[in-house]
């Protein structure tokens, strides 16, 4: 059976912290199967991201517009989109990303990314690592080891005498 989901009919799931973060989500994978490819919509209201800058180690995303517009930052390079338009995210921390609705209408999405775990995510502007153990770690399950951590560096020896 083929999975159909159309984000116009469909129901967001609504999330956000403090002034600058906002989302409707709707998961368009089932992060249960066994997918390499995960995609979701995504609906952000004027002024607003829905997530904070960060940089995937592990998968690559890429971003639809299909309606509003955006500043997309990748890196230290910024770049305007608009409905119709597609940007691939690559994976790496050189490439820590954001995506600001700076319209005056909402901002629709499709996030695409390759489902590889585990996965370290870097927020380059809040210090920490994200260490995601599996996909379960999205649906709220025991995802493993998985959790957000501040760097604090150590030697590999450190603990180990």
Known sequence: MIKKTNIFSGKWNE????EKFQRGHIPLTNLNDDNLIGCGAFCVKPGKRAFPRHAHLA???????????????????NQA????DFAMLPRGAGFAHVLVNDGKDDLVYLCMSSM???????YPDSGKL????????????DAGVSGF?????????????
Do not use: C, Q
């Open 59 to 77: 998968n690559d995303e890429a971003v639809y517009v299909v309606s509003g517009s955006g500043m997309l930052t990748v890196g230290d390079k």
């Open 130 to 141: 994200g260490v995601l153990g599996s996909k379960d770690f999205w649906s709220g399950d």
């Open 116 to 122: 590889i775990m585990p996965e370290v995510v870097d």
């Open 15 to 18: 999330a956000g912290h403090g």
């Open 149 to 161: 951590y501040r760097l604090n560096p150590v030697d590999y020896w450190d603990g180990e005498d």
């Open 81 to 84: 989109l608009v409905a119709g």
